[in-house]
């Protein structure tokens, strides 16, 4: 009898979130970013996106830089917020035409003055990039997109509970999404309680965590507050109680690196590293990851200062 061949399971996925400069000399770090990050051979890249203009045409300008310039897959974050129905239809339209393949459907930050959109949740955008990809089956020669929605390991701002954001995610699978990627989040039992909450709901696309390694005290106390989360205290007095930027780099790295391995130990299908366009610390962190395509250059991970 000829033995069958054994499934094994995917080697856990990498990916990168990039957002597009605001200066030359931002332009210029990103360059040298890219360069760096492409080495270590990632899924996909993504882009953020905004309803402001300009900074849309700066995404757009980033997704064709990397399609025409790398070896990088790009996965285009899209919002409701900011614009149309038919302005979202005309720019996944575009995405199709210009080469890119997969979509992070989002509802985007409702800043104060921002224009709401006429879509009011992700939900209904995912079901409208599935829509215009039924126009461009052509183009698409593997069928589809790959559609990707966020997920929250700590209650959404404005949620009213952590129970009704796993029900949010089960209708945005419902509604067509292929995959997820959290929300940062500073405590590993909180990817783990969304992971075990989300498949008891019935939830079954993958759930990647996105993680980011945050090396100073200001850009922590900026992210926690656009992100509506509570600073993780042992790691705010890492960062702020370290004698120098070494020492706060390595602060920083070590806190993120854990929880990335607790992920990966957890059965997580990837990390998704959210990077300020700067590729040191994502690179230092995956030093301390044992994913299979990154040269692994192993250092005890207690050689670094971790916060308790
Ligand atoms: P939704 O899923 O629509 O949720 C928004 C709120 O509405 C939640 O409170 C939810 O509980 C509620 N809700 C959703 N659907 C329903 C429903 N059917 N019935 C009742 N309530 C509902 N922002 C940007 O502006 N640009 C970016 O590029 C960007 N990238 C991101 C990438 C990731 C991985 C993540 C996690 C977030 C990103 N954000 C970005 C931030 C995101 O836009 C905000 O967190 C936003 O507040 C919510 O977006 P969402 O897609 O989760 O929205």
Redesign the pocket.
């Known amino acids: 009898m000829t033995p069958r061949p054994i499934a094994r399971p995917a080697p856990p996925s990498l990916s990168y979130?990039l957002y597009p400069p605001r200066s030359a000399a931002s332009a210029d770090t990103l360059l040298r970013t890219i360069e760096a990050l492409e080495s270590t051979r990632p899924d996909h890249v993504?882009v953020?996106?905004?309803?402001d203009e300009q900074r849309r045409d700066s995404s757009l300008a980033l997704l064709d830089h990397l399609l025409a310039r790398t070896s990088l897959r790009p996965l285009a974050?899209l919002?409701?917020?900011g614009s149309t129905r038919a302005e979202l239809e005309r720019t996944v339209a575009t995405l199709v035409r210009r080469g890119v393949r997969g979509v992070?459907?989002?509802?985007?930050?409702?800043d104060p003055g921002a224009e709401p959109g006429e879509l009011?949740?992700?939900?209904e955008l995912v079901e409208l990039v599935r829509e215009v990809e039924q126009r461009h089956t052509a183009a698409l020669a593997a069928g589809r997109l790959a559609v990707g929605?966020?997920?929250?390991p700590t209650r959404?701002?404005?949620?009213p509970s952590f129970r009704?954001?796993v029900e949010?995610l089960l209708?945005?699978q419902r509604s067509g999404a292929d995959f997820a990627?959290?929300?940062v989040y500073f405590r590993p039992q909180r990817y783990e309680r969304l992971v075990a909450a989300a498949r008891a709901a019935g939830v079954t696309i993958p759930i990647v965590p996105?993680i980011m390694p945050v090396t100073d005290p200001r850009r922590l106390r900026t992210l926690c507050r656009l992100?509506g989360l509570a600073p993780h205290p042992g790691l705010a007095a890492a960062l702020e109680d370290a004698p120098g930027p070494v020492e706060r780099h390595r602060a920083g790295v070590a806190f993120a690196a854990r929880l990335a391995r607790a992920a990966l130990d957890a059965g997580a299908p990837g990390l998704?590293l959210y990077t300020f366009n700067e590729h040191r610390a994502v690179l230092d962190l995956l030093e301390h990851v044992d994913l299979p395509r990154v040269p692994h250059v192993p250092v005890p991970l207690d050689e670094l200062l971790l916060p308790a």
């Not at 992070?104 to 409702?110: E, Q």
């Not at 009011?120 to 939900?123: E, L, N, S, T």
């Not at 929605?149 to 929250?152: E, S």
């Open positions: 979130e993504s953020t996106y905004s309803g974050h919002t409701c917020v992070l459907a989002l509802r985007g930050d409702l009011r949740h992700a939900g929605v966020a997920a929250y959404h701002p404005e949620s009704h954001d949010v209708a945005k990627i959290t929300q996105g992100a998704h």
